[in-house]
């Protein structure tokens, strides 16, 4: 199928569904939808391939393909986040997003967003704050994976830690633990500021123990600091 169009259109919907089809993977598709824990359809199509198909689809107008809104399949949501996520525009990118994210029903959908916020720091940062007053949990993720982009930026330390504390009565699982694998990251890249957070934080007793057993498990700590990071465990 010829990906890289001037103007895709309705009547082009069932080509690209039907061409996605070619690269299912049926003994793959249980296994698929039990690590993603999804209720969308599943195709179990590679990576590599979902990614080859980003890259022909940017080479032409990928926003009219967008404005299609194929959501037929799990694999539809990954290449349309790719896609979204490239979007230099940023009031642009978050019209599309901000469609995107209501349909997510999974942490797979949501953790492959990789943007790139250069020169656009307030404007992703307040798009975080936004995100994580959601009533979605895979909303509230989004907004915390969000912040991943600021650990190594001075004036937003404080911020993040600010925002986890928000996070004192989260019950949804896979929101906890996006917050705990920022903990993580913080306490790798920040070590001397996350020390200090760690004596006041207000993280639920599950965020902060997965953060510490994230912490415990990486190459990049000491066995020291893993030491440390006992005492502080709920």
Do not use: H, Q
């Not at 979605?136 to 989004?142: H, V």
């Amino acid at each position: 199928m010829e990906l890289v169009k001037e103007e895709w259109t309705k009547s082009d919907r069932k080509e690209f569904v039907l061409y996605l089809e070619t690269f299912k993977k049926t003994d793959k598709i249980e296994w698929t939808k039990k690590i993603i824990n999804t209720n969308m359809n599943v195709l179990a199509i590679p990576s590599p391939i979902l990614a080859k198909i980003s890259k022909e689809l940017k080479k032409g107008n990928y926003l009219s393909f967008l404005d299609l809104e194929l959501n037929d399949y799990y694999e539809n949501t990954c290449i349309n986040g790719n896609l979204i996520a490239s979007i230099k525009d940023f009031n642009l990118m978050k019209k599309y997003l901000d469609k995107y994210s209501l349909k997510i029903d999974n942490w797979a959908s949501c953790d492959l967003l990789k943007f790139d916020i250069k020169n656009n720091e307030e404007n992703y940062y307040n798009l975080s704050l936004e995100y994580i007053e959601s009533k979605l949990p895979f909303i509230r993720r989004l907004g915390l994976s969000i912040l991943f982009k600021f650990i190594n930026n001075d004036y937003y330390v404080n911020k993040i830690f600010e925002i986890l504390d928000k996070f004192e009565n989260e019950k949804e699982y896979y929101v906890n633990m996006m917050a705990a694998w920022l903990f993580c990251e913080m306490f790798i890249k920040r070590k001397n500021e996350t020390i200090n957070y760690l004596k006041t934080n207000k993280l639920n007793k599950f965020t902060i123990n997965k953060g510490i057993s994230k912490c415990r498990d990486s190459y990049r700590i000491t066995k020291e600091d893993k030491d440390y990071l006992k005492a502080f465990k709920k």
